[in-house]
C-alpha cells in the first residue's frame, strides 16, 4: 500500500467517524419519522426530467466509450454518436415513465382524505349541543379539557399507555387508526389520556394535528372549524400536516346540496 | 353536531378496551421490523445525505423523509439488489429535492456543516471533524455524478458493481467515475498536505 493509499483510507476513515450522527438524533428521527409514516405523510419525491435524462444517458455512453481502446473509442464513437442522442433521449423516456408509475403509486399510498362528518340524529345529550362561539377554537378547548367525558374514560384502558416515546408513538397509531375509521370521539379521549399519561412527549405537533382533524371532525360551524385550521397552521407553520388538517377542516356544503352534485355528475354521465 | 360514523356510543363498553390491546398487538410486528431496519441503516443513509451535500439545518428532516419513503416503498422492494442500494436510490433523489429547494431559495451558504461536535474534544475527535468537513467540501466541489460514485465507492466503499447497479450505470461507466473521483480527491489530499 502507497502512501496516498494509506493517507486516502485514514482520511475516509475519519471523515466517516465524523460523519456520524450525533447519540440523540437517530432517537429523535425515528420518533418523528414513524409519527409521520403512522400519521400517512407522503413524502413527493422529484423525478429527474427527460433532457437530463437523455443528457445523462449521452454522457454515460461517451465515458463507457472512452474507458475502452483508443481505436475501439474512435470507431465506437463514430458509429454510435449518431444514434446515442435518440437512444439516450428514448431511454430517458422509459426511465422517466418508471418513475412517474412509482410516483404515482406513492401518492396512492396516502390515507383516504377524510370524509365530511356524518349528521347524526343527537346520539347523546352533549353531541346535539351547539358549541358556543366563544369558546375558541375547537382543538384548543378539547385540549383545555382535563378529562375525557366520563363514558370515554371508562372505555380506555388507562394502562394501556405506558411512559415511553416508543408508546407514544403507539398511542399515536392508535389515535390515526381511529381517526381513519371516523370516530373523532374516541380519537380526542385516546388523546386525552396520552396528554395524562404522557404530559410532555417529543411529538406533540403530532399531537395537536390528530386534535385539530378530530376537533374538526367533531365540529359542523365552518367558523370555528376554520379558525382550528389557522390556529394550528399557526401554532406549527412548517408543519407536514398542515394539508391534511386544511382538508379535514375544509368547509363541507350541506348535504342536500352534496347531494344535489352527486345527482349531478350523474346525469352528466 | 356533527359525529363520526361510528360514534363511540356504538361500541360495546368493553370493545374499546380491547380496541386498544388489538390495535397495539398488530401493530407492534410491523413497527419492531421496521425499527430493526431503521437501526441497521439510519447511519447510512445519515452519512450518504451529508456526502450528497443535504444542508446542516436540513439533515433530519431529510433522514425522516427516506424513512417514509422506505416504508412506503418497501413492499415493491424486489430483492434485485441488496436493501442498502434500494435505500440509497431513495437517498440520492430525497439529497437532490433539498439541494434543489436550497438552490431555489435562494441560499448561497456553502453546503458545509458545522462540526457537529463542537465542543472540544479528544485529539481523534477533531480529526475526525476536520477529515469530514474536508471530505463534505471536496464532494461539495463534484458535479452530481460524480459526488454520487464518490459517496458509494470511496466513503461507502461499496464494490463497483454495487456502485454500477445502484446508479444504473454500466460497470465500464462507474469504473471510470470512480477513476476520477478518486483522482481528484488524491490532488485534493496533495494541495492539502501542501497547505499544512
Request: charged residues 25%; glycine residues 6%; positive net charge.
Amino acid at each position: 500500500m502507497t502512501d496516498t493509499d494509506e493517507l486516502e483510507r485514514s482520511v475516509i476513515e475519519a471523515a466517516r467517524r465524523g460523519f456520524a450522527p450525533p447519540a440523540d438524533v437517530g432517537a429523535r428521527v425515528r420518533s418523528r419519522a414513524f409519527s409521520a409514516i403512522a400519521l400517512g405523510t407522503v413524502v413527493p419525491l422529484p423525478t429527474e426530467g427527460l433532457l437530463s435524462r437523455a443528457r445523462n444517458g449521452l454522457l454515460d455512453t461517451l465515458e463507457a466509450l472512452r474507458a475502452g481502446p483508443a481505436r475501439a473509442r474512435l470507431l465506437m464513437g463514430a458509429l454510435a454518436l449518431s444514434g446515442v442522442g435518440i437512444g439516450g433521449y428514448a431511454l430517458g423516456l422509459r426511465a422517466g415513465r418508471a418513475e412517474a408509475q412509482a410516483g404515482r403509486a406513492v401518492v396512492s399510498t396516502a390515507p383516504r382524505a377524510l370524509p365530511a362528518p356524518v349528521q347524526l340524529a343527537a346520539s347523546s345529550a352533549e353531541s346535539s349541543e351547539p358549541l358556543p362561539p366563544q369558546a375558541g377554537n375547537a382543538a384548543s378547548r378539547l385540549q383545555s379539557r382535563a378529562h375525557a367525558p366520563p363514558e370515554l374514560a371508562a372505555n380506555v384502558a388507562p394502562s394501556s399507555i405506558p411512559v415511553d416515546a416508543d408508546a407514544e408513538l403507539r398511542a399515536l397509531r392508535r389515535v390515526e387508526r381511529v381517526l381513519r375509521e371516523h370516530n373523532p370521539r374516541l380519537a380526542v379521549a385516546l388523546l386525552n389520556e396520552l396528554d395524562r399519561e404522557v404530559p410532555r412527549g417529543k411529538l406533540a405537533e403530532e399531537r395537536d394535528a390528530a386534535r385539530s382533524i378530530a376537533a374538526c371532525e367533531l365540529e359542523s360551524a365552518a367558523s370555528v372549524t376554520a379558525r382550528t385550521a389557522s390556529e394550528f397552521a399557526e401554532r406549527h407553520p412548517g408543519s407536514v400536516y398542515l394539508p391534511r388538517v386544511a382538508r379535514a377542516c375544509a368547509p363541507q356544503p350541506p348535504a342536500a346540496e352534496r347531494n344535489e352534485r352527486a345527482s349531478e355528475t350523474h346525469t352528466k354521465q | 353536531m356533527a359525529w363520526g360514523r361510528r360514534p363511540i356510543e356504538a361500541l360495546p363498553t368493553s370493545s374499546t378496551a380491547s380496541l386498544s390491546a388489538a390495535l397495539a398487538a398488530s401493530d407492534s410486528a410491523d413497527e419492531a421490523a421496521f425499527a430493526a431496519l431503521y437501526a441497521e441503516h439510519f447511519p447510512f443513509v445519515w452519512r450518504c445525505l451529508r456526502g450528497l451535500g443535504v444542508a446542516a439545518a436540513a439533515l433530519e428532516d431529510a433522514a425522516q423523509d427516506v424513512f417514509v419513503v422506505v416504508h412506503q416503498r418497501l413492499a415493491s422492494f424486489q430483492g434485485d439488489s441488496t436493501l442498502r442500494t434500494w435505500i440509497f436510490g431513495i437517498v440520492r433523489r430525497v439529497a437532490h429535492r433539498y439541494r434543489r429547494s436550497a438552490q431555489r431559495k435562494g441560499s448561497t451558504a456553502p453546503l458545509e456543516h458545522e462540526p457537529v461536535s463542537p465542543e472540544p474534544g479528544p485529539l481523534e475527535k477533531v480529526q475526525d471533524v476536520q477529515a469530514a468537513g474536508f471530505v463534505e467540501r471536496f464532494a461539495n466541489g463534484l458535479d452530481d455524478r460524480k459526488r454520487e460514485v464518490f459517496v458509494l465507492g470511496i466513503l461507502e466503499g461499496l464494490s463497483v458493481p454495487e456502485v454500477a447497479e445502484t446508479l444504473h450505470v454500466p460497470l465500464n461507466t462507474a469504473y471510470t467515475r470512480l477513476r476520477r473521483a478518486r483522482l481528484e480527491f488524491r490532488r485534493a489530499l496533495e494541495q492539502r498536505a501542501e497547505r499544512s
